[in-house]
């Protein structure tokens, strides 16, 4: 059958379309992205502004026509941080629901790591052992950890990329004294946690998933996401330790130079990797493998698992 994951982000609209079946990897079909960036479109009181959520509704369409067109049979859409935290939630999810007839699932943060955790377990088998499993996305952190396709810890931290850029860092480059307090604060809200993951055995294995790893592995030499989703890509600590003070340095238009880098995701780069920084550092990580399935991936093979269940 052909599914549709509709994605609604913090930093991208995202249709996925897959050719899929019970037992079957899940093949890829059509990719549509819009870059709509909703957490910066919040007014002062936390609220998606009314043009983001005319925007929104708009994108919303507009992935569902594309949807339409691919032959898509069961659309599964979901939205996360961004709109989860917005003041306004409820009143953007009836919006989107009224002008499109799209019901967004809103998933937790703790949903988000779950399922992330479920496409990484998928995707590199039980071979790997005790997994560990770092997502930093637009709006938030998700660490899971656990040897089955359930986790035995699952956590979400506000630490995305996208939210931190716009909170913490607003000079382009960033003020040094911005960047020493955003650095401490990741530190602390990661330093808050360790301990739910600290009572288990040292991971096997340590994966990470979403847009900014790929990112940060692609400078630092990984190979290019055009040698296929095969070839093994890694992040080591020490790289990430390099990168950073040369990331501060620099422009977002600089960076968007990078090899990997888009122009879209250049300014907020800076602030995944002091994520990524920290995280490796505070749970004594040396090394990420890097995971091409993600939260899309998870959601779908939920989805795979229930049909093979009825």
């Known amino acids: 059958m052909r599914l549709g994951v509709l994605d609604v982000g913090s930093n991208t609209v995202h249709l996925l379309v897959v050719d899929a079946h019970s037992g079957a990897r899940p093949i890829p079909a059509y990719s549509h992205k819009a870059e709509l960036k909703l957490a910066e479109l919040l007014d002062s009181g936390g609220a998606i502004s009314p043009d983001g959520v005319d925007r929104l509704a708009g994108t919303v369409a507009e992935a569902l026509q594309v949807a339409e067109d691919q032959g898509v049979e ?139 790893f790929k990112q940060l592995a692609r400078i630092a030499g990984a190979a290019r996401s055009a040698e296929g989703p095969y070839v093994e890509r890694k992040l080591s600590r020490s790289s990430l330790e390099e990168w950073v003070p040369r990331l501060a340095a620099m422009p977002a238009s600089e960076r968007a130079e990078l090899p990997g880098v888009s122009e879209g995701r250049a300014r907020q780069l800076l602030a995944g990797a002091l994520v990524a920084e920290g995280a490796l550092d505070i749970f004594r990580v040396e090394e990420v493998e890097i995971c091409p399935w993600a939260l899309r991936e998870g959601v779908i093979l939920r989805r795979l698992d229930h049909l093979r269940r009825a």
Not at 94 to 107: D, I, N, P, S, Y
Not at 110 to 118: G, I, V
Not at 121 to 132: D, I, K, M, T, Y
């Open 74 to 212: 069961d659309l599964l859409p979901f939205a996360t941080s961004a709109v989860r935290d917005a003041a306004n939630a409820e009143y953007v999810l009836a919006r989107v629901a009224e002008e499109t007839g799209v019901k967004l699932e809103v998933l937790s943060g703790e949903d988000e790591a779950r399922l992330t955790f479920l496409a990484a377990r998928r995707w590199f088998g039980w071979s790997v052992g005790q997994l560990l499993l770092l997502d930093i996305g637009g709006g938030s952190l998700e660490i899971a950890y656990g040897q089955d396709e359930e986790p035995d810890a699952a956590v979400s931290l506000p630490l995305g990329a996208g939210r931190l850029t716009t909170a913490w860092l607003p000079g382009d480059p960033p003020d040094a004294s911005d960047l020493r307090s955003l650095r401490r604060h990741v530190r602390t809200e990661i330093a808050r946690v360790v301990g739910e993951f600290n009572r288990f055995n040292p991971p096997d294995h340590v994966v990470g998933t979403s847009k900014t």
